[in-house]
């Protein structure tokens, strides 16, 4: 499972494999050495192992359960088998994959240097390197490139000797001179927190294990940070002063729907807590400067009721669903927080959601949706005057930048789209204009010109409009005879981000169409838009993308027998669940770790993420809630029957989807099938839920995953 803490998994630009580790870029006859076929390839078959639950009056056999016995050499026995068997059937597009890994390679400007962001007098920035993995993170007093430029955190030194890393807290100390960093180097996304001095370069004696969020107080030698339980859920805060041993606990949640945060407001006045289910919040509040002192409630939690808060002046500023599902703004005394202290400063709209509202000195930025596209609204607290931020493409992604500065006029956001790389802008409040301060460089001859973007709308059977963003070069006519891509996720209230790849230029060159059914359960069209998707109305998810799938043939953007689809974590149960649903509609399917036990992981409330997830999906020990998730689990409804091409991903360090859950439904699916097409599982035995970390490896893994749909879609001569 995913859960909307870590965010949506992309797979448009990076993926999962066990077989490509190299540290460095290769050339393309050096890709792969060692997956020549020894003879001709059969597929493993995993032993049966009856395992028998009875529950609600239904007997289930799960033959395949003891997969989840990860110390069970057994175990990565069988993972290796298949591992070789998605070789030997993989070996004849080795030369494929080489050529997509150095085309997709050549479009990136591999020694770069992101836009510097001011905090506190200096301005921090990241940059990479050609022929390293990581990036490397630095600082100085000047603007980039300056002499005297410092390396905060070179995440390829900490990578030596290892498969993976990864990197989540990063926050300097109020005075600058101290750095709090956390890594982790499994993917199990279980982070260890240092504590640099920036002045001398030296890491303190502090080093704290298992935790998940960080902030300073304002004394720069006080922090507090969350910590999860054996479920992965955080649940507990602790205050940590610089050189003391003992930490002391300052909050516990004992309710396991509920996680916490712990985080400071961009005018560093004070520490937030939120704590949250995924229909509930409650936020504690701490004068930054006052660590010692208790936290309060700002408000008590009251079930169904969501809230966040900001900070501004003497006021708190609070986004609230207490007056309809897409929020709405409300402001109160810092003195008196509570209720009765409220007052409305943006109402609720049922046609605008209201995401999320940054503070600055002078103004507010109001991150909304609206007809399924990101809007921003600003507000300027001096003139009291509100305008709109306007975009050019009919589908677009618009999400925030670095903005650390309190006291400005301009903030910075991320634009692109299908066609238009990722961009760094920074508007001017009073100008009311956008600067462009950096696009990511495409090399080569790319030409946005030569693609078009369309916004489609495909009807579903009960008459919702599922809206569909969808790019195509211009010289591909909607005439029938295209292969297209089809993306989908549909969880947890996420909308699909309408994002660049340069990597897709090597299937739209090629001929192929894209698309993203933005499908109900994600939140495209706000709150209602996730209810419709979740729960009791889950089924609506599927039907949604099946929906989209058939307007796309139907409308001629693409050929009956060349529609290929993929998605990634719960957007692969999506995968699963179509697959079950009509599998004559698809040619081929890529799945990257995908949630696909949905029963058996949700009655195991010892599994990360299980018990927060009821609210998501359902509690299976419920009867009725047991009856919606048996309906649509994917390998639950493996039937004997034939199904597409399927190029299956997962990771055996994921702590979001447990990697026994697409090996169990790929040893099932195997077992019943009636088809000959290609089924292979790939399983990365080094890394997590995001797949490879390193930039070189994951593009390796694209290419890999890009050779199979080519082979699928007809783009590319049939390996067999």
């Not at 510097?116 to 007098?121: A, K, M, N, V």
């Not at 030596?160 to 990864?166: E, V, W």
């Not at 963003?469 to 981000?497: F, I, K, N």
Request: with cysteine.
């Amino acid at each position: 499972m995913t859960h909307l803490a870590y965010g949506l998994l992309v797979i448009v630009a990076s993926s999962t494999t066990a077989w490509s580790q190299s540290a460095a870029p290769a050339r393309a006859s050096d890709l792969d050495e060692d997956i020549a076929p020894r003879g001709a390839p059969s597929p493993p078959a995993a032993e049966r192992r009856p395992h028998v639950v009875e529950l609600h009056g239904e007997r289930r056999q799960d033959d395949w359960f003891w997969l989840r016995e990860r110390e069970n050499p057994e175990v990565a026995a069988y993972l290796q088998a298949e591992n070789d068997y998605a070789r030997a059937v993989l070996a004849p597009t080795e030369a494929l994959r080489g050529a997509l890994y150095d085309e997709m390679l050549a479009r990136i400007k591999q020694t770069d240097l992101n836009v510097p962001y001011p905090e506190g007098g200096w301005f921090y920035n990241s940059r990479t390197e050609e022929g390293k993995q990581y990036p490397i993170y630095v600082r100085s007093r000047g603007p980039a490139g300056a002499a005297e430029e410092t390396v905060t955190v070179d995440l390829n030194r900490l990578a030596q000797g290892l498969t993976f890393m990864a990197l989540r807290t990063y926050e300097v100390s109020d005075d600058g001179n101290l750095l709090a960093y956390s890594t982790d180097s499994v993917g199990f996304r279980v982070y260890t927190l240092r504590v640099k001095d920036l002045r001398t370069g030296e890491l303190l004696p502090d080093r704290i294990e298992g935790v998940d969020t960080a902030a300073w107080a304002a004394d720069d030698r006080t922090l507090f940070y969350t910590t999860e339980d054996h479920a992965k859920r955080p649940y507990r805060l602790w205050r940590h002063v610089l050189g003391r041993p003992q930490d002391e606990l300052v909050y516990e949640e004992r309710d396991e729907l509920f996680r916490i945060d712990v985080r400071r407001t961009r005018s560093d006045a004070y520490l937030l807590l939120n704590v949250a289910s995924l229909t509930t919040s409650e936020v504690r509040y701490l004068p930054a400067d006052r660590p010692g002192d208790p936290w309060r409630v700002i408000s008590p939690r009251r079930h169904g009721r969501e809230y966040e808060v900001g900070h501004h002046g003497n006021r708190f500023w609070i986004r609230v669903n207490d007056a309809g599902r897409n929020f709405r703004l409300v402001s109160a005394p810092v003195a008196d927080p509570s209720d009765a202290a409220w007052r409305e400063e943006v109402p609720h709209r049922d046609d605008v959601m209201l995401e999320s509202a940054d503070f600055f000195a002078d103004h507010v930025v109001l991150w909304e949706r609206e007809a399924g596209l990101p809007q921003l609204r600003v507000t300027d607290f001096r003139s009291g005057e509100t305008h709109r931020v306007e975009f050019p493409e009919a589908a677009y992604d618009v999400y925030a930048s670095t903005n650390e500065e309190w006291d400005t006029r301009v903030f910075r956001y991320g634009y692109q789209s299908l066609v238009t790389p990722p961009s760094i802008l920074e508007y001017d409040v009073d100008a009311r204009a956008s600067r462009l301060l950096k696009r990511t460089e495409v090399l080569g001859d790319f030409d946005p010109a030569r693609y078009v973007t369309e916004r489609l709308h495909a009807r579903a059977a009960d008459g919702t409009r599922i809206p569909i963003s969808l790019v195509r070069r211009r010289d591909v006519e909607a005439d029938g005879t295209a292969p297209l891509l089809l993306w989908g996720y549909g969880a947890y209230g996420y909308p699909y981000p309408v994002e660049f790849s340069s990597n897709n230029l090597s299937l739209l060159d090629r001929g192929m169409a894209l698309a993203i059914a933005h499908v109900r359960g994600g939140g495209e069209l706000g709150k209602a838009w996730h209810d419709a998707g979740r729960m009791a109305n889950k089924m609506n998810t599927f039907t949604d993308f099946i929906a989209a799938a058939e307007f796309l043939v139907a409308e001629g953007h693409a050929a009956r027998d060349r529609l290929v689809i993929e998605g990634g974590s719960a957007g692969g149960l999506l995968m699963g669940a179509v697959t079950n649903l009509r599998p004559d509609l698809f040619r081929a399917v890529v799945s990257h770790v995908p949630f696909v036990d949905v029963v058996n992981t949700m009655l195991d409330e010892s599994l990360p993420l299980t018990v927060i997830e009821y609210e998501e999906w359902g509690n299976p020990h419920r009867a009725e809630q047991y009856r919606w998730i048996r309906a649509y689990c994917p390998y639950t409804n493996v039937a004997a029957r034939a199904y597409p091409a399927l190029l299956v991903r997962t990771s055996f360090h994921d702590s979001q989807v447990m990697y026994w859950e697409p090996a169990k439904y790929v040893a099932k699916l195997r077992a019943s099938k009636t088809d000959a097409n290609p089924l292979l599982l790939v399983t990365n035995m080094g890394a997590g839920h995001g797949g490879a970390s390193g930039r070189y490896d994951a593009l390796r893994e694209r290419a890999l995953d890009v050779a199979f749909i080519l082979w699928q879609a007809g783009l590319a001569p049939d390996p067999s």
